[in-house]
């Protein structure tokens, strides 16, 4: 895990999993409950910061400014 690599498919793979079983259990339950929100909100943040932490890797490295 200490891979830089694998860390934007880690939140990736865990904001997809929240977000299917956020929309599972609203699904299922006659009303969505505080938790369903929380969980289907955590896993869009999960989701965003994989996508950030992806195109942080892709980006060249800056180099370093001239003073």
Excluded: C, H
């Excluded at 200490?2 to 860390?7: E, I």
């Excluded at 865990?14 to 699904?27: C, L, N, R, Y």
């Excluded at 869009?44 to 060249?60: D, H, M, N, S």
């Amino acid at each position: 895990m200490r891979d830089p690599k694998n860390l934007p498919w880690v939140y990736i793979a865990t904001g997809v999993v929240a977000v299917v079983a956020a929309i599972f259990f609203m699904s299922v339950a006659s009303e969505s409950s505080l938790f369903d929100w929380v969980i289907l909100a955590m896993g869009i943040v999960a989701i965003v910061r994989g996508v950030q932490e992806y195109l942080k890797l892709r980006r060249p490295p800056q180099p370093p400014a001239k003073s």
